[in-house]
Every structure is written in C-alpha cells, then in structure tokens.
C-alpha cells in the first residue's frame, strides 16, 4: 500500500518555501527603494557583521560558490557601497570591504525588520523564537550553523 501524499500545507519543507518567498516579496519594495537585490542585501549583511572579507568568506558565510557572489559585488561596486582591492599578501584574494554609502545603507535597511514585525502580527519575542527554531532545525540538517 503507497505511503498517504501529505498535502503541500502540511509539509514544512513547502511552508518554509512559501514563507521566504513571502518574506522576499515583502521585503522587494523596499528593498528596491535602497537601490538592492535580496542577494546584494545578504552581502551587504555579511559586510554589516564583519567588514573587510575576502569573496570567499562572505560566500562561506551565506553558503553560497564565489562565483554566485562575484557578480553581485560587482554591482554593489558599481552601485558605490562597497570597495574590492587585492589583497596584497596574496594576490589571489580579493578583500570587499563597506564605503561611508554601504555603512550608511545600515541605518535606511532597518525599515526592513519594522515592517516584517508589522506584516507578520508577531512580537520580537515570537520573531526571535521562530528564527531559533528554525536555525536548530538547519543545524540539525546540516550538522552546523552558518555564524
């Protein structure tokens, strides 16, 4: 007898889907009004946390190849929020690091937790548990935690 078909609802895989791309909808507007991609934000967010990283290490971090963060720190070069420069203990490796306008972005990005809050009908304290929940689960499936 074949196993019963979970309705998609009632999968969590698929409600986790479904949630980020909520999230990513609600976070595009705004997003667009800072002048970023999703992908670029998550970059600019590696850099918030821990400026002055090689390609590598923000591609670690966001568990993402090089070559997938490569063209968005192009862009985001070219936008005038970050600065890329060799570096010069070994030339291989290229150093992205925040200009004043990336550091700025910082502050305007805020508007993006605030209306996350406001839309979801959650307190920070549900927000917060939910994302520990949710990073335990990766944890558990991956058998570490990205920092």
């Known amino acids: 007898m074949p196993a019963p078909v979970i309705p998609l609802d009632q999968q969590l895989c698929f409600s986790l889907y479904a949630t980020t791309i909520a999230i990513n909808r609600t976070y595009k507007p705004l997003l667009d009004g800072l002048g970023v991609t999703y992908p670029q934000y998550l970059v600019l967010s590696a850099l918030w946390e821990n400026d002055g990283q090689t390609i590598s290490a923000i591609g670690e971090r966001l568990a993402l190849e090089p070559s997938t963060i490569t063209p968005l720190v192009k862009r985001l070069e070219q936008a005038g929020f970050i600065a890329r420069q060799r570096n010069p ?9 925040l200009t004043a306008q990336g550091k700025a972005l910082r502050a305007e990005s805020s508007c993006l937790t605030e209306t996350l809050l406001q839309r979801s009908g959650l307190s920070v304290e549900q927000i917060v548990d939910l994302n520990d929940r949710v990073r335990a689960l990766n944890k558990a499936l991956t058998g570490h935690m990205p920092d």
Do not use: L
């Open 89 to 97: 203990a070994d030339e291989r490796q290229v150093v992205v690091s």
